[in-house]
């Protein structure tokens, strides 16, 4: 371990950290990872075990591999060690059903307290469950750890422990920064590329499909025009809005730059598939049902909004295009889907404005395949 590491260690109490799982998945530094700050067990019946026997000031938990025994394992480590707090160590395609853990209530409690989007340093996993422990918060809202490492150049400085408030500020925005879109507060294209490139693997290991919805605002040139950047500002964050309140919670939304966004629909490994969902999704093989359900309902929405701040003359003649690209279909990497959405997009533009395209394909189609 570093020497820059030391301060965090000497506040844990003596109680040592639990990690449970692949800790290779989940830290940088695994290999340095000292034994005299914490306990590892690979295994789910070891941890369980060791929670037994021993108190910890904390349990991480690596998601990958837990698939649905997860929620069970939790539960378990909470009954053993009720007083450790449970931080979930999740890659980003995971961060949907690290959601779900710590906002799910059993007992009278969460399953966690916290998660982080690895791969993070452990000295950084050290300080956030300092700050838990500390009662600035009681639910950090799952940082994105490796993106705190690049603000700070690769987390050469993420390592002591966070004790002043505008400290923590500082770095809870820098956090954001790396992720989030600071103007609608949706994911950014960094974000959107790699968790799109994690899904895609996933769905290639076990027969799901994705599909890319990339669309723009037609005309916000000229929303600036008449009412200025601040009421086209306005217009981006509305749509955010309402983009958010059309898709599913697992659905991801981004702004991937200016008056463009992007939504990736993707299968829940956990959902299973009745007899009839397979039947009609076999009947639309080319493109996932909901996907197409929930583009058009996103255009129908923003043609309806009442853009306040456009005043009288601008509300309702909001519209957007865009092109929609499936896995494996259309595209097996996230390069390729994102090249042919935008096809899609381009067709859409010169056809009129105003409507969704698929590869190569009117929305109109769409209706006859889908309605």
Known sequence: MK???????????????LLTGDIDRAFWDAGSISESSCQIQSSIADAIDAAAKNSFRAIAVVMSGMSNRLGSFLKALKKTNPDARIILLAQMHEEPAAIRMVGTASGGQNLADDYLICPVRFSYLVSRILRLHSGQVSYLGGDTGSASQDA??????????????????????LEKLATEDDLTSLKNR???????????????????????????????????????????????????????RCCRSHDVVARIGGDEFAVVFWDVPQQKTTATEAERRSALADHPREAIFIAKRIRRELERAELNSLGPE???????????????????????????????????KRSGKNRIYLVGRPEDDIINMGD
Do not use: C
């Open 3 to 17: 020497t820059s590491d030391t301060p965090a260690f000497s506040d844990m109490d003596g109680r040592k950290i």
């Open 190 to 244: 960094r974000y959107i590329w790699e968790f799109s490139r994690q899904i895609i693997e996933q769905a290639k290991k076990g027969n799901g499909r994705v599909t890319l919805l990339v669309f723009d605002i037609d005309d916000l040139k000229h929303y600036n025009d008449v009412y200025g950047h601040l009421a086209g500002d306005e217009v981006l964050r509305q749509v955010a809005v309402l983009m958010r």
């Open 152 to 173: 700070f150049g690769q987390g050469e400085t993420a390592v002591s422990v966070v004790v002043d408030d505008k400290q923590a500020e500082r770095i809870r925005q």
């Open 314 to 348: 601008g509300r309702g003649v909001l519209t957007i295009s865009g092109g929609l690209a499936s896995f494996p279909q259309d595209g097996l990497t996230i390069q390729q889907l994102f090249a042919q959405a935008d096809k899609a997009l381009l067709e859409a």
